[in-house]
Nanobody, 121 residues
Framework: QLQASGGGLVQAGGSLTLSCAAS????????ITWFRQAPGKAREGIIC????????YYAGSVKGRFTISRDNAKNTVTLQMNSLKPEDTAVYYC????????????????WGKGTQVTVSS
């Protein structure tokens, strides 16, 4: 029920905007977490937006570079990624948990398919 989009290939220092959209789910009642999974690594939660709109950062490496926002009218959550680094290369997923933010994969109620982000050096 979630769809992540906006991935692509970008040079280091560049920017990308990822979007998470829902078709039959009102995202306003969910904490939306962006996870990422780099090759050979576990999937990690990096940032979440609460139902109130406030962010929760789970990865210190993205603070100051990534911002998250939601548009309840459009039923979307946006991840703005700036100053991208090669180590940001991963498949990015959005996931929803009813009412609350979490970085715990097992706590998510819904997942979207991932979108590939590749940052070249």
């Amino acid at each position: 029920q979630l769809q992540a989009s906006g991935g692509g290939l970008v040079q280091a220092g560049g920017s990308l905007t990822l979007s998470c959209a829902a078709s039959e789910l009102a995202l306003g009642g969910y904490g939306i977490t962006w996870f990422r999974q780099a090759p050979g690594k576990a999937r990690e939660g990096i940032i979440c937006i609460q139902t109130t709109g406030g962010p929760a950062y789970y990865a210190g490496s993205v603070k100051g570079r990534f911002t998250i926002s939601r548009d309840n009218a459009k039923n979307t959550v946006t991840l703005q990624m700036n100053s991208l680094k090669p180590e940001d290369t991963a498949v990015y997923y959005c996931a929803a948990r009813r009412y609350l933010c979490s970085r715990d994969r097992s706590a998510m109620n819904y997942w979207g398919k991932g979108t590939q982000v590749t940052v070249s050096s």
